[in-house]
């Protein structure tokens, strides 16, 4: 009997399974849904301007913006190239803001992008990410 074959046996008696040379890949970080909802505002910043470029399940990125004179708590939705599309409502960014001020990361996904007459409708899910 080889000796690697001789460990693999005893790592096998012993429950501890076998040994591998193989890297084992970094775990992606987990995403836990917070909740849904629409970007407030699109028909005031570029989400006009990069809609064609929107797809389903899209990540998006969230910033906050606490120096912002209308609302302390706004968190902006930024798309491809950091283009704003607008704003979480405010009626639902307590929450998330707060989290995020407490150094937590959070994203957003586009859910799905409609035109609804002369307005571009974005439905996100905002997610915390957890290492």
Do not use: F, W
């Amino acid at each position: 009997m080889h000796r690697r074959d001789l460990i693999h046996a005893l790592c096998g008696l012993l429950g501890l399974g076998t040994l591998s040379t193989h890297r084992v890949r970094a775990a992606a970080p987990r995403q836990v849904r917070l909740a849904g909802m629409h970007v407030a505002g699109t028909a005031y910043y570029d989400a006009e301007a990069v809609a064609g470029r929107l797809r389903p399940g899209q990540r998006l990125t969230l910033r906050r913006q606490p120096e912002n004179r209308y609302d302390a708590l706004a968190i902006e939705v930024l798309g491809p190239e950091g283009r704003k599309l607008g704003y979480v409502p405010r009626r639902r960014n307590e929450m998330p803001a707060r989290l995020m001020d407490a150094g937590k990361h959070l994203c957003a996904r586009a859910e799905s992008i409609e035109r609804r007459g002369s307005r571009l409708d974005i439905r996100v899910s905002v997610y915390l990410e957890d290492a």
